[in-house]
């Protein structure tokens, strides 16, 4: 059996959960109360170039940069 994550939460308790990358320390999601996951794309010198979030419909964008740094 593999487990990939296991939290215990009182039932009305608010919770958010962090998820870094294990090479660069950068931050790479954040899981809400419901456990649905924003992941954040950043690049080398730590430019935000993209926010996706999980939804019931799937995974969306919600944010794109097109600026060049």
Known sequence: MYIDDFRL???KAASTC?????LT???MAN???NHYATF????????????KKKT????MT???S???Y
């Open 18 to 22: 962090y998820v870094y990358d294990p």
């Open 40 to 51: 954040l794309r950043i690049d080398d010198e730590g430019n935000l170039i993209r926010v």
């Open 66 to 68: 097109t600026e060049k």
């Open 56 to 59: 019931e419909r799937g995974i």
């Open 31 to 33: 899981l809400d109360d």
């Open 62 to 64: 919600v944010k794109k």
């Open 25 to 27: 320390l950068k931050l």
């Open 9 to 11: 939460v009182p039932l």
